[in-house]
Nanobody, 114 residues
Framework: QVQLVESGGGSVQAGGSLRLSCAAS????????MGWYRQAPGKQRELVAE???????DYADSVKDRFTISRDNAKNTVYLQMNSLKTEDTAVYYC????????WGQGTQVTVSS
């Protein structure tokens, strides 16, 4: 079992920045990758960024060069630094952890206004 607790969402104007945090606990040794997904109203949940246990990262094209995923192994925490935010980044952001199962956090709202 893996438990995920997100924090750091909020409201910001376009062009601003936010940093999301996801603290993981439980069977950490089983985690193969962690990532951030988002879901906007009326849209499907989509991958934003992911980091594997080996440190390989992957980003959605829409956030490349603006968002950075990182992790602090000592704190069992994954971060998503979001810069140059756009109104289309508005969504609920979910932390994700993958073992042989998939675990989700409760989600945190990010709202970007023009």
């Amino acid at each position: 079992q893996v438990q995920l607790v997100e924090s750091g969402g909020g409201s910001v104007q376009a062009g601003g920045s936010l940093r999301l945090s996801c603290a993981a606990s439980g069977s950490m040794f089983r985690i193969n990758a962690m990532g951030w997904y988002r879901q906007a109203p009326g849209k499907q949940r989509e991958l934003v960024a992911e980091v594997t246990r080996g440190g390989t990262t992957d980003y959605a094209d829409s956030v490349k060069d603006r968002f950075t995923i990182s992790r602090d192994n000592a704190k069992n925490t994954v971060y998503l630094q979001m810069n140059s935010l756009k109104t289309e980044d508005t969504a609920v952001y979910y932390c994700n952890a993958q073992t042989n199962l998939v675990y989700w956090g409760q989600g945190t709202q990010v709202t970007v206004s023009s």
